[in-house]
T-cell receptor, first 116, second 114 residues
Framework: AQSVTQLGSHVSVSEGALVLLRCNYSSSVPPYLFWYVQYPNQGLQLLLKYTSAATLVKGINGFEAEFKKSETSFHLTKPSAHMSDAAEYFCAVSDKLRGSGSRLTFGEGTQLTVNP | ETGVTQSPTHLIKTRGQQVTLRCSSQSGHNTVSWYQQALGQGPQFIFQYYREEENGRGNFPPRFSGLQFPNYSSELNVNALELDDSALYLC?????????????FGPGTRLTVL
C-alpha cells in the first residue's frame, strides 16, 4: 500500500513569509499525489494534484508543489503567506483498490498558523 | 452546479445505537467514497461505491455498511456505536474510479457518541 508522511504537525509563519509544508510519499509505482486544505468545521478542498504530467504543479490561492522522484517528495509552497491561509493541510496519495477503484490515503496533516 | 451535500450536520448518539448518514453526490459523479476523520488526524478510507456496488473497503468492521442509490446518492450506516466512532464523517464524490480523479468532499457530519 502507498503512504504519505507529513513532516511537522504544526508550522507557524509570519504574514508575507514563505510557506513550506513537507510531504514525502512511499509508492512502488508512479503516484498520483494531492494536497487538500481544510478550514475549521469544513470539508476538504483540493489545492492541487500531480498526475505525472509537469513536475511543478500550480494550484489555487497561489500554492504550488514540486514532484521530486529522487527525493520521493511533494512539498507544498507559497511565496507569501496571507492570514486567510491559516488552516489544516493534508497531503494524500491515490491508492488502488482491488478491482477498478482507488482511494485516497492521507497524511496526518499540518496545521498552518499565520502570524500578523 | 450543486456540490456534495451531507446530512445531518451534527449528530449525538449513545453507545450501542445505530446511525445513518446521508450524502448527495455532485451532479454527474457516479462514485462515492466515505472517510472517517478522528480529531487531530487525517481522514481514513471506509469504503467506496461505484454504480450502486461496493468497490472497495478500508480497515473498518462490518458494522460499518453503506448503500448507493440509482441517483448516486449514498448512505453510511453504523451499527452498535462505540465511543471511538466519534468523528467527522466525510463523503466525497468523483466522476469515476480512476486514481487521478479529484474527489470532491462534502462538509461532513460530526458524530458524537456518548
Amino acid at each position: 500500500a502507498q503512504s504519505v508522511t507529513q513532516l511537522g504537525s504544526h508550522v507557524s509563519v509570519s504574514e508575507g513569509a514563505l510557506v513550506l509544508l513537507r510531504c514525502n510519499y512511499s509508492s512502488s509505482v508512479p503516484p498520483y499525489l494531492f494536497w487538500y486544505v481544510q478550514y475549521p468545521n469544513q470539508g476538504l478542498q483540493l489545492l492541487l494534484k500531480y498526475t505525472s504530467a509537469a513536475t511543478l504543479v500550480k494550484g489555487i490561492n497561489g500554492f504550488e508543489a514540486e514532484f521530486k522522484k529522487s527525493e520521493t517528495s511533494f512539498h507544498l509552497t507559497k511565496p507569501s503567506a496571507h492570514m486567510s491561509d491559516a488552516a489544516e493541510y493534508f497531503c494524500a496519495v491515490s491508492d488502488k483498490l482491488r478491482g477498478s477503484g482507488s482511494r485516497l490515503t492521507f497524511g496526518e496533516g499540518t496545521q498552518l498558523t499565520v502570524n500578523p | 452546479e450543486t456540490g456534495v451535500t451531507q446530512s445531518p450536520t451534527h449528530l449525538i448518539k449513545t453507545r450501542g445505537q445505530q446511525v445513518t448518514l446521508r450524502c448527495s453526490s455532485q451532479s454527474g459523479h457516479n462514485t462515492v467514497s466515505w472517510y472517517q476523520q478522528a480529531l487531530g488526524q487525517g481522514p481514513q478510507f471506509i469504503f467506496q461505491y461505484y454504480r450502486e456496488e461496493e468497490n472497495g473497503r478500508g480497515n473498518f468492521p462490518p458494522r460499518f455498511s453503506g448503500l448507493q442509490f440509482p441517483n448516486y446518492s449514498s448512505e453510511l450506516n453504523v451499527n452498535a456505536l462505540e465511543l471511538d466512532d466519534s468523528a467527522l464523517y466525510l463523503c466525497a464524490s468523483s466522476p469515476g474510479t480512476s486514481g487521478n480523479n479529484e474527489q470532491f468532499f462534502g462538509p461532513g457530519t460530526r458524530l458524537t457518541v456518548l
